[in-house]
C-alpha cells in the first residue's frame, strides 16, 4: 500500500534514520515483546527503549500486541509492528513512501474488533 498521510510518511523516515528504532523495529516484527525484552536484545538502555516504544506507539508504528500479568503481579505491554517492511522513492518534488502491513497484526486487530459485538 501506498502511504498518503504525511504525518505517517514523516514517521517511516524518522525511524529508519534512528538507529535505535530500527532495532526495536526488527525485535517486534514477528513476535510481540515487552519492553525489558527489546531492552535486553537490542542493548539499549530502558529509559531509551521506554521513550522509543512510546514515540513509535504515537506515531502508531507499534501496537500494544497484548497485556500480561507478570509473575511479580506487575502489568507489562507486549508490542508489535503495524507495517512489515517499506519502500521510499524520491522523485522530483515528492517522496513516495510504499508499507506491507503487519499480517499477523492486522489479523490480532482485526480479530480484536470482531470480538467486541460478543
Known amino acids: 500500500m501506498i502511504i498518503k498521510a504525511q504525518r505517517v510518511k514523516c514517521a517511516i523516515l524518522t525511524a529508519l534514520a534512528d538507529i535505535d528504532l530500527q532495532k526495536i523495529l526488527n525485535v517486534v516484527m514477528y513476535q510481540s515483546k515487552s519492553a525489558n525484552e527489546i531492552a535486553k536484545e537490542t542493548d ?10 512510546k514515540w513509535l506507539v504515537d506515531e502508531k ?3 500494544v500486541d497484548k497485556i500480561i500479568i507478570t509473575e511479580e503481579g506487575k502489568k507489562s505491554s507486549l508490542f508489535r509492528t503495524v507495517l512489515k517492511s517499506f519502500n521510499v522513492k ?4 515528492s517522496v ?8 499477523d497484526t492486522l ?3 482485526t480479530e480484536r474488533f470482531l470480538s467486541l459485538d460478543e
Open 107 to 109: 489479523r490480532k486487530v
Open 90 to 93: 524520491y522523485e522530483y518534488n
Open 44 to 53: 539499549i538502555s530502558h529509559t531509551t527503549v521506554y521513550r522509543k516504544i
Open 96 to 103: 513516495i513512501v510504499e508499507a506491507e502491513q503487519n499480517v
Open 61 to 63: 508504528l507499534l501496537i
